[in-house]
């Protein structure tokens, strides 16, 4: 059973930070694209950030969060992370954690991002 587990979201302030962590079960992490996207209230679900396999040399990011935003991954622990800085109340959305290779597709639940004052 292939499991993708989000963590790390939750309430911040406009301006401020937080990881997300997305622990991968059931799968050769190594051998998978990893990816973040996300759905705001009202909105289409859209692409933040995707790291290439199997070192995660290859990046690829919105214009919403470049230089903002950072997507790295760790084989070791089999998770991915997504560290997200100067945070706007429009990043407010489940942020969901993808894994692709191939034509195999899994998704996690998703964590909720509020950025509120």
């Known amino acids: 059973q292939v499991l993708l587990v989000e963590s790390g979201g939750g309430l911040v302030q406009p301006g401020g930070s937080l990881r997300l962590s997305c622990a991968a079960s059931?799968?050769?992490?190594?051998?998978?694209?990893m990816g973040w996207y996300r759905q705001g209230p009202g909105k289409q679900r859209e692409l933040v950030a995707t790291?290439?396999?199997?070192?995660?040399?290859?990046?690829h990011y919105a214009e919403s969060g470049k230089g903002r935003v950072t997507i790295f991954r760790d084989n070791a622990k089999n998770t991915v992370y997504l560290q997200m800085n100067s945070l706007k109340p429009e990043d407010t959305a489940v942020y969901h954690c993808?894994?692709?290779?191939?034509?195999?597709?899994?998704w996690g639940q998703g964590t909720q991002v509020t950025v509120s004052s």
């Open positions: 059931g799968i050769i992490f190594s051998t998978y694209a």
């Open positions: 790291v290439s396999w199997p070192s995660g040399r290859s990046t």
């Open positions: 993808t894994a692709q290779n191939g034509q195999l597709n899994y």
